[in-house]
């Protein structure tokens, strides 16, 4: 099983400022990798698919970045909406699994 | 619009049974893979199940192999999950996500339903 590791696991940041998170893969997983963005008592939205393409409506605060095992979502001037839970996702091999998440809170 | 609706969801005692339902519309539910995937109280995201478009290959976690069963009716656009001999560590919201692409092996997440509670506890 391809284990996911996020860090870190909370990032307190004030409005205006950018977010970078990180996905470490346990094994090589090329680009599939995706990012979810999800706030309290609602499900997750698709962000990013294959490591840097956004989905569809998402705005271009949102990227992402890497190959391999090291992966990044930056969020650029973060609003007051993109404080919430962000999980990296893999789909290169089954189980498909998920990272432990990353908080992303006001400071 | 993309809409996934789930039911089902309940108060179960350990050891029984509970099959949970998502209505699908907005899209060709039998060209896409669809996915269970749940979330326990206050934890993060785990992936439970896969049934591919057709209905003919399903790939589970090992959490739930040989207990949860994946299965879909193309004619009614609904994704099912039968589950069986349940666990108090099965406690969680339950959420169906249509698969992204549409070919064998899966793709991302697109789309995801508000959830079904699902609680296991005597």
């Known amino acids: 099983e391809i284990v996911l590791t996020q860090s870190p696991a909370t990032l307190s940041l004030s409005p205006g400022e950018r977010a970078t998170l990180s996905c470490r893969a346990s094994?090589?997983?090329?680009?599939?990798l995706a990012w979810y963005q999800q706030k309290p008592g609602q499900a997750p939205r698709l962000l990013i698919y294959?490591?840097?393409n956004r989905a569809t409506g998402i705005p271009a605060k949102f990227s992402g970045s890497g190959s391999g095992t090291d992966f990044t979502l930056t969020i650029s001037g973060l609003e007051p909406e993109d404080f919430a839970v962000y999980y990296c996702?893999?789909?290169?091999?089954?189980?498909?699994?998920f990272g432990g998440g990353t908080k992303v809170e006001i400071k | 619009q993309v809409q996934l609706v789930e039911s089902g969801g309940g108060v179960v005692q350990p050891g029984g049974s509970l099959r949970l339902s998502c209505a699908a519309s907005g899209f060709t539910f039998s060209r896409h893979g669809m996915h269970w995937v749940r979330q326990a109280p206050g934890k993060g995201l785990e992936w439970v199940a896969f049934v591919r478009h057709d209905g003919l290959i399903e790939f589970y976690a090992d959490s739930v192999k040989g207990r949860f069963t994946i299965s879909r009716d193309n004619s009614k656009n609904t994704l099912y999950l039968q589950m069986s001999r349940l666990r108090t560590e099965d406690t969680s919201i339950y959420y169906c996500?249509?698969?992204?692409?549409?070919?064998?092996?899966?793709?991302?997440?697109?789309?995801w339903g508000q959830g079904t509670l699902v609680t296991v506890s005597s």
């Open positions: 094994q090589h997983i090329r680009t599939f």
């Open positions: 294959d490591a840097s």
């Open positions: 996702q893999q789909r290169s091999n089954w189980p498909l699994t």
């Open positions: 996500a249509k698969d992204g692409g549409i070919e064998v092996a899966p793709s991302e997440f697109d789309y």
